[in-house]
């Protein structure tokens, strides 16, 4: 279990902390390609965790940590939002317990996708929110968690930059509704709690220039 001092400590890091912190989701690159990856998870997250599909999130530079967490998750229904349900549940129970962290390891090792121009508004927007968050509803700022430049904090803050804006608006939907309870005491669910729905489309509109 994790104690809450211990998330306490996180959410108070200072973003240069975040970010450097951050340099450890990309390992050396194994040396070959997982068979499962090419037989299963590249249909849907692409042969190097770059995904084609916006609504299926980019793999590619997570941390190993998270990626192992989020598998077991959907193998022993932990997270149980409505695309886990529907299509994570029975692709992760196909994968052998010996086999994860070797997945894992392999798209924490590749190279992250590269942010992509937005609606200039709506960056600019999500920019404030992202860094200096709103302090008359006590929404923390999401680089305190994920770092300036969105790379993540292992072993429990996933990387966000370059994020597909589909996906990380659905999972903002879920946490708020409560749909996806896999989040470490709670915190995502708090944040996402006090999003808009305006909010949430900002977010996303910035995180995924970075």
């Known amino acids: 279990m994790i104690k809450r001092s211990a998330i306490a400590a996180a959410l108070g890091l200072t973003v240069l902390a975040g970010s450097a912190g951050a340099a450890t989701t990309q390992a050396a ?18 042969p190097t965790g770059v995904s084609f599909v916006p609504t299926f ?17 959907f193998r022993n229904h932990t997270r149980a939002d409505p695309q886990a349900k529907s299509i994570m549940w029975g692709m992760a129970a196909a994968i052998p317990a010996n086999k994860i962290t070797e997945i894992a390891d392999y798209f924490a090792s590749q190279k992250g996708a590269p942010g992509a121009p937005q609606n200039p508004k709506l960056v600019a927007a999500g920019r404030a929110l992202y860094l200096g968050g709103i302090a008359s509803t006590q929404l923390p700022a999401c680089a305190a968690c994920h770092g300036s430049s969105g790379l993540g904090v292992e072993p429990l803050f996933p990387r966000l ?6 996906y990380v608006v659905s999972q903002l939907q879920y946490f708020k509704a409560k749909q996806r309870t896999n989040d470490p005491l709670q915190i995502m669910q708090t ?12 977010l996303a509109a910035f995180i995924r220039t970075l």
Do not use: F, R, W
């Open 191 to 202: 944040v996402a709690g006090k999003l808009s729905a305006k909010d949430m489309q900002e």
């Open 29 to 46: 690159a194994p040396a070959h390609v997982p068979a499962l990856v090419t037989t299963t998870c590249s249909a849907c997250h692409g």
């Open 57 to 73: 999130p980019d793999l590619a530079g997570q941390g190993a940590p998270y990626l192992i967490k989020q598998i077991n998750d």
């Open 161 to 166: 930059a370059g994020q597909h804006q589909a």
